[in-house]
Each structure stands twice: as structure tokens, then as C-alpha cells.
DNA sequence: GATGAAATAGCATTTGC
DNA sequence: GCAAATGCTATTTCATC
């Protein structure tokens, strides 16, 4: 499942999720190999799937959506086809910007955006008709922390 | 608050959100820009701060980090002081990839990452002792959603 | 099996319009 | 915002460890 790492690797990943937008050039000073070499090993981590995309992430209060909520509910039936249904609807709601299945007092949590309260009851009300059910919203106050790096660590070399 | 964005702007944020990993020029032909315009306006979207970085996603099972949950807390007390002492844990516990103060049911949002269960454990005691308190914990199961562009519009003329 | 150095092709960036 | 020009970078090649 987890792709083998070494250091250099572990460097690279640090350095390209804290801000991808430099030069491979500047990477590779950074990183203290050649411009050849970081190629090679930034293109095959994003082949091996370590890396899924190298993407823009907006302010979304100034992109126009102060509202930013999560959203946790259970579905009222359990049926692969209903978890399909409801699947099919997050992924058709544009305002639904991350949602995941999990395991605990919830089976869904959702992360939402909107332009405003109607907005937001709007895309509420859609979730319940594709089967949602004790929808709770939790409003996003102030960030403390933003989308972090993961800790990684290389692999032992075996 | 918000940031005025023209058609133009939305589309480029639309492709940024989506794959910053294109040359200006490609970016340009998507758009039907010359380069140098591609090129000061997302130079502009950048300073304005509707991009706030550009960076790496990476699959957390892939590098590493089997465990993914979503964990919501209160705060045992909710003097200026508390939230301070938890802030600064929560920035400084690098398992948690992410955090929000919310209204609602909880305090707070986390999103935290760890290689096995100790060391998620590990992670929820420091919080307790910082001052966490009815802490839920729900496991990441599978995707529904991946992190998705935000439905930008562009703003009115005037 | 990956790296480094050199070479070429292509792009980023600037300038003037 | 465009077009043209310059300088730098990405990318390939190939010898090498």
C-alpha cells in the first residue's frame, strides 16, 4: 500500500507541499542534487501516486464563500444502493468541496461551502432528500491550523 | 472580504484548483490569453491572496499514514488563555494536519493522521492535556469526494 | 538503478505597443 | 491585453559511479 521513501524523497514532498510553485531548478539547489536527478525523482512520485495533484488552494472567504461548514450525518438506510444515491448527490453538489465515509457516531462527513445562509439551507435540504438524516452542521469559525504537511518519515532501508 | 473576479479569473482559478502542474503557455492556450496576460493575472491572484499556495497533495495512505480521522473536542475551559495554551499544542503536534474552531455541538475541528493506533492515542492524550475534552473520534473510511475546486462565479459588472 | 554534466528545445518574463 | 525578443529553465542524452 505506502510507497518506499528515502530521504531525499521525504525532502522533496516536504518542500513541494509546502509551496510547488518553484522551478525544478530551484528544487534542486534546495534539495542539493541535480536538476536531472530531481526531475527523474518528482516525476516518479507523482507516477507512483504519493503525490495526487499539484493544485491551487484558494482563500474561499475571499474567493466570495464566507460560509464554510461541516456537515455530519448518518443515512437512513443502509443499502448499497442508497450509499450509492447519496454518493452520486455529494458529488453532483457543487457547494460539497470533501466528503468521506467513516466509522464512528456519524456516517458521513461532509465539508461545505455557500455564498450565503440560503446557500447553505439549500444544499442542506438536498442532502436530506438524498438520504441523509440527523444533519449536523458545525460552522467554521477561524482556522487554527491550515492544511499541514504530512510528518513524513522515510522508510528503513531494510 | 471578498476579491472582484472577472470570467477570466474564475476560469484560471478553475484550472489552477484543479491542475497547477501546466506551463503558462498551456494555461494560456486553455484560456485564450496571450502568456504575458495569463501570466499578470495569476501573478495578481496570487498577491491578492485568493491563491494562498500552491502545493503538492499527497495520498496520505501512500505516504504512510493508514489512519485518518476526523476528531471534534470542546474545551475544558474557554478563557482567552485556554484556547491560546490549545492553539499553540494543536500547531505544534505535527499528526494534526488541520484544525478549525467551529460553532455548534463542539469547539473544535481536527483532522489528524497517524502510522498505527499508538500513535493516534498518543495524539489524543496531548490534547486531552491541553485542554481537550469530549473528544470524538471518527475514522476516515473511504472517500466519497476528493478536495474539489471551489463553484466560483465570477462577480458583477456593476 | 540512479546521478551528474552538457546540449537543445522550449518556456517564462520583459518590453514596447 | 498583445507580440516580439531575451534569457533562463525544463528536459533529454549519455557517460559514469
Redesign the interface.
Known amino acids: ?3 518506499r ?1 528515502d530521504e531525499i524523497d521525504v525532502q522533496l ?1 516536504n518542500e ?6 518553484r522551478s525544478n531548478l530551484e528544487l534542486a539547489r534546495i534539495i542539493g542534487l541535480s536538476p536531472a536527478a530531481t526531475l527523474n525523482r518528482v516525476r516518479r512520485l ?1 507516477k ?19 460560509l464554510q461548514v ?1 456537515v ?1 450525518a448518518t443515512l437512513t438506510r443502509h443499502e448499497p444502493r442508497a450509499s450509492r444515491v447519496f ?1 452520486q448527490a ?2 453532483a453538489i ?13 456516517d ?2 461532509l ?1 461545505i ?1 455557500a455564498r450565503d445562509v440560503a446557500e447553505l439551507q439549500h444544499v442542506l435540504t438536498q442532502l436530506s432528500l438524498k438520504g441523509a438524516q440527523r444533519l ?18 522515510s ?1 528503513p532501508e531494510n
Open positions: 500500500m505506502a510507497v521513501l514532498l513541494l507541499q509546502q509551496d510547488a510553485d507523482k507512483s501516486g504519493v503525490i495526487r495533484t499539484i493544485s491551487a488552494r484558494l482563500d474561499p472567504g475571499q474567493a466570495g464563500f464566507p461541516y455530519s454518493e455529494v458529488l457543487p457547494q460539497v468541496i470533501a466528503a468521506d465515509w467513516v466509522a464512528g457516531e456519524i458521513v462527513m465539508l461551502v449536523t452542521t458545525l460552522l467554521r469559525l477561524q482556522e487554527i491550523k491550515p492544511t499541514s504537511p504530512l510528518p513524513l518519515t522508510s
